[in-house]
């Protein structure tokens, strides 16, 4: 049986205020050819599939479209809902959905039942467990006293698993979207303040593979098949020299494993570039590298800010997301001292401290006579 896992794929997001259905649109189409040319037998989606609880009308479009391209190929697929979704809407359906292959979590009820699936080496269960919080095992606990030891995140998943009906004599795939202690991380990840939502690892040994979603980079965690897939495209420039893959799973007899990664390419990339305004505005520079094609952050080092700059690259780079300075002013974090009163002051004076303050620098003359000559204007007289 071979396997094809996804997780993260944040349908209706957008990056720096872009939109990226696009993006997802096309990169879902490159996953359904991934998945005839591999000729898979079944999809695992690890959780959030869309990035808000209430996605929009054209997120949920998408995904139907995905699913029904997927069950018209026959075959069978595994969804469970992620921190960014609603388990309540994403499980809409499953119940009629379930005769054509497309299963999905329902809301955690207390207990988990394995959808089984069969190969020519026997039976395949896959349990669905949907993004958990310890707030959603503890109100299924009777017990007070049992209850009390289900407090950390890592607690409730050990819990939960603990109570599954896993046979160790047959195969057994789980999916689950939670963050793994030691995953690395990206900057478009959600988490709770102090890592209170990790959990470790070696809570899933019992299963031949474990499909996590949750993080967005691409790794495994503890061994080589507890496994982050990633999500399908960026999200954010931390990421912006990684790579993205799609692992695709061939399941053998029991204890018989294999992984492969298949990499993915976007229709735009994301790329970092930095220079003075003069460099990133060059031909010979903004021709390299697909730049006019990629979704584009600039980080200029000019020590002066360039008027109307971001609109003035977006002429050369169509799709920059975000401009950012590096410079003696951005570098360099100022305390006002505070030593010499406020009223003793000129209003010439107070202006220079706040220039140097913003800029690390002073003001040159030609700027301190415009700024005398408005003071003067603003205070009906020329001041001292």
Not at 35 to 50: C, F, H, K, L, T
Not at 107 to 127: A, K, L, M
Not at 359 to 370: A, F, G, L, S, T
Request: aromatic share 8%; glycine share 6%.
């Amino acid at each position: 049986m071979k396997l094809i896992h996804l997780a993260d794929l944040h349908l209706g997001k957008q990056v720096n205020g872009f939109s990226m259905m696009e993006d997802q649109r096309y990169i879902l189409e490159e996953i359904i050819r991934m998945i005839r040319q591999e000729e898979a037998d079944a999809v695992m989606i690890a959780g959030d599939v869309y990035d808000k609880p209430v996605p929009p009308a054209e997120a949920v479009s998408l995904f139907d479209e995905f699913l029904e391209t997927l069950a018209k190929m026959g075959k069978e697929v595994f969804v469970i809902s992620g921190n960014h979704d609603s388990a309540e809407r994403l499980a809409f359906g499953s119940g009629l959905m379930n005769r054509s292959g497309i299963h999905i979590s329902p809301v955690y009820s207390g207990e988990i039942q394995p959808v089984t699936v069969s190969d020519e080496y026997g039976e395949v269960n896959f349990w669905l467990l949907p993004f958990l919080k310890p707030v959603h095992v503890r109100r299924f606990i009777e017990d007070e006293k049992e209850k009390e030891t289900v407090k950390t995140y890592d607690q409730a998943l050990q819990y939960v698993l603990s109570h599954l009906p896993v046979d160790p004599q047959i195969r057994n795939i789980l999916l689950t979207h939670q963050f793994i202690t030691g995953a690395k991380t990206s900057d478009s990840e959600d988490f709770s303040v102090g890592g209170i939502d990790h959990v470790e690892a070696e809570h899933f040994r019992p299963f031949d593979y474990t499909a996590l979603g949750h993080i967005h980079r691409p790794q495994k965690a503890g061994s080589e098949t507890i496994r982050y897939c990633g999500s399908p495209l960026k999200y954010s420039f931390s990421e912006a020299d990684r790579e993205k893959s799609v692992p695709v799973i061939e399941l053998g007899k029991k204890g018989d494993i294999s992984l492969q990664l298949e990499s993915l390419s976007p229709l735009h990339d994301m790329r970092e570039i930095r220079g003075t305004y003069e460099q990133v505005t060059e031909k010979s520079f903004y021709e390299q590298k697909d730049l006019q094609s990629s979704y584009v952050r600039v980080t200029l080092t000019d020590e002066e800010d360039v008027p109307d700059a971001l609109g003035k690259l977006r002429l050369v780079y169509p799709l920059l997301m975000r401009l950012d300075y590096d410079n003696t002013r951005t570098r360099i974090q100022n305390e006002v001292s505070g030593e010499e009163a406020a009223e003793v002051k000129t209003p010439e004076d107070l202006l220079e401290d706040f220039y140097r303050l913003q800029n690390n620098h002073d003001m040159n003359e030609r700027q301190k006579h415009i700024a005398k000559q408005c003071i003067g204007k603003v205070f009906g007289g020329e001041t001292e």
